[in-house]
């Protein structure tokens, strides 16, 4: 990735996910929770990643404000949710 930026959104029946397209035209989407019980630990979870054609770009995740993933990834430690706006 060029940039260390992600996109929240909300999945319908599975909460808070993010996004990132990256300048090789290749989107992912995953998730971040911290075990229960745990201090300075992550669980990412990779939903799907795959190359998106032109055509494809109008149906990826754009309505969100971009998240530096310093943040995402502080504030994902502490259990919080990240705004969307």
């Not at 075990?35 to 990826?60: F, R």
Request: aromatic content about 14%.
């Amino acid at each position: 990735m060029a940039a260390g930026y992600v996109r929240p959104f909300i999945a319908k029946g599975s909460g808070q996910m993010f996004f990132v397209f990256d300048i090789a035209n290749y989107a992912m989407f995953f998730t971040f929770q911290k075990p229960p019980g745990t201090t300075n630990e992550l669980k990412c979870h990779l939903v799907s990643a795959y190359s998106v054609n032109q055509w494809g770009l109008s149906g990826l995740p754009t309505r969100a404000k971009l998240r530096k993933m310093g943040y995402v990834l502080d504030r994902r430690e502490r259990g919080e949710v990240i705004p969307l706006t």
